[in-house]
């Protein structure tokens, strides 16, 4: 009989080449320059499929293309849709890079590149687990114990906008009974995790406007409105000095977490000390009364991520600066609205803004956050896959990034969701060399080649 975890053991070499050839590709989504690439990314997931010996199809959209391709289906089994993105993040400031984060390098049992881990490391891992059972086919799809449906898009780290309207026109053909995605991570090495809960975000650009140009600081200062200390005052009145978001109604909606998950959080390895220095910092701050674990994982938080103005050069240059600007978001929990957040953000704002300024809010994109209960049958032999592939059982954590489909998944596939996440807290992601452990890219291929196994001995219903 056909055994797909030898077939992944012969094929290791050739695998984790796949996975530097896509390395290769500069997917970058939020970059327009890079539209090129993200098609060629979309191309080359398409290609993969051909050569799995599905017939995957390529579906523009408004916006970067949906890769979509599944296997037969298998009466008797439950249907699984997995998930993941070939776009990635800018990698700027690329002067912070030891190797070029488009030139795939190996160090230290690591892969080092942009997308790594996020997304197209872990992504690869269930393209892989499943071509290990389809090399056991009669090379046109079947081998698989189930049927696997593969939604890879190309919007991810932009907000997933197209992917949306997608899902919603094509409930039939997605139609499942989980979704596996591994866009996450483990708690720690050797310590796996299913992840039962995400954040949702919001997020915004504001620009200020003050005069129509740039003005000596010293003729006119005192007497306009200075854009960027009208800015600075903006962004400090949106967080308290207690760590608690200003926003009118912001926590509303929050729900207070249970003492048994409170439990949960705290039965876990983790301490404080260890963290901050793994970051260089001298010692943590945040909303007062809630633990290291619990802010970054249920509860909301708020972060400039960009802030400009006036002169950024060498020396001094005295000038009142005409405009300012500032790109920031709200990691949101689970029954907190993203448009019920703007919507305070914007009264909220308006109220602070002062005479001689002009202020624009662009929404570029929001998802609400989610939290599944943390067991059931399929979490159970996701459980057991893991355990298998990583020779530790898995523990059950929330984690605090967001993946905006997933409660649209959840909502209209009316499907249980599984988070898998192979990658590590110190990955890098979204910043300079960003990495995968390579080891983890093999035991996470296996994990979902036993995975296919597990899902498919459940049966129907
Ligand atoms: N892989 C992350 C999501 C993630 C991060 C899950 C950390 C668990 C822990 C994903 O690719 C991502 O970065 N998403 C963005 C979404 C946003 C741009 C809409 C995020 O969270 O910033
Ligand atoms: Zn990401």
Redesign the pocket.
């Known amino acids: 009989m056909h055994d797909p975890i030898a077939h992944l053991n012969a094929d290791k070499s050739a695998r984790q080449e796949r996975l530097m050839e896509l390395l290769r590709i500069a997917s970058v989504s939020a970059d327009s320059r890079h539209a090129g690439d993200v098609k060629l990314a979309a191309e080359w997931v398409a290609e993969r499929f051909r050569s799995m010996g599905l017939v995957p199809e390529v579906v523009p959209t408004a916006g970067n293309p949906i890769v979509y391709a599944e296997s037969p289906p298998v009466p008797g089994a439950p249907v699984a849709l997995v998930y993941g ?1 070939y776009d990635v ?1 800018p990698p700027e400031p690329l002067e912070l890079w030891t190797t070029p984060p488009f030139e795939p390098t190996l160090r230290d049992g690591n892969v080092y590149a942009r997308g790594a881990t ?2 197209k490391g872990q992504m690869l891992t269930h393209l892989e687990g499943a071509a290990a059972w389809l090399a056991g086919g009669n090379g046109a799809g079947d081998g698989l114990p189930l049927q696997v449906k593969f939604l890879i898009e190309g919007e ?5 906008a197209n992917l949306e309207p997608f899902v919603q026109e094509n409930k039939d053909r997605l139609a499942c009974d989980v979704v596996v995605i591994s ?3 483990q708690f720690s090495p050797g310590m796996p995790a299913i ?1 039962y809960g ?1 954040r949702g ?1 919001t ?1 915004y650009e504001l620009r200020i406007r003050g005069p129509q140009r740039d003005l000596h600081s010293g003729s006119f200062g005192g007497a306009v409105t200075n854009p960027a200390v009208t800015l600075a005052k903006m962004l400090a009145a949106i967080m308290g000095d207690d760590g608690r978001v200003q926003l009118p109604g912001f926590y509303n909606d929050v729900k207070p977490l249970t003492d048994g998950e409170r439990a949960e959080f705290a039965s876990l390895p983790f301490e404080d000390a260890v963290f901050a220095e793994s970051l260089g910092v001298d010692g943590l701050t945040g909303e007062a009364g809630y633990t290291t674990l619990e802010r970054r994982w249920a509860r909301p938080s708020f972060d400039v991520c960009g802030l400009w103005s006036g002169y950024q050069g060498e020396g001094a240059k005295t000038v009142l600066p005409a405009e300012a600007g500032a790109k920031f978001s709200f990691r949101l929990v689970p029954d907190q609205d993203p448009e019920a957040v703007t919507a305070s953000l914007e009264s909220f704002l308006e109220s602070l803004k002062p005479r001689g300024i002009e202020m624009q809010l662009i929404d570029h ?1 929001g ?1 609400p956050g989610v939290a599944f209960p943390p067991d059931g049958p399929f979490i159970s032999a996701a459980s057991r896959a893991i355990e298998e592939a990583f020779d530790a059982k898995p523990v059950k954590i929330r ?6 489909i997933v409660n649209t998944f959840a909502d209209q596939l009316g499907a249980e969701v599984l988070l898998l ?1 192979w ?1 590590l807290d110190d990955d890098n ?2 910043s300079p060399n960003e990495k995968f452990c390579l080891a983890d890219f093999h035991r996470g291929a296996a994990a979902s080649a036993l995975l296919w196994r597990e899902l498919a001995s459940l049966g129907q219903g």
Do not use: F, K, N, R
Not at 156 to 160: D, I, L, N, Q, T
Not at 399 to 404: D, K, L, Q, R, V
């Open positions: 993105h993040q996020d997304d991810e780290e932009v907000g997933s866009d996450s991570s992840t995400l975000i997020y994109h998802a984690e605090g990034g967001s993946i905006p996440g990658g992601t979204h």
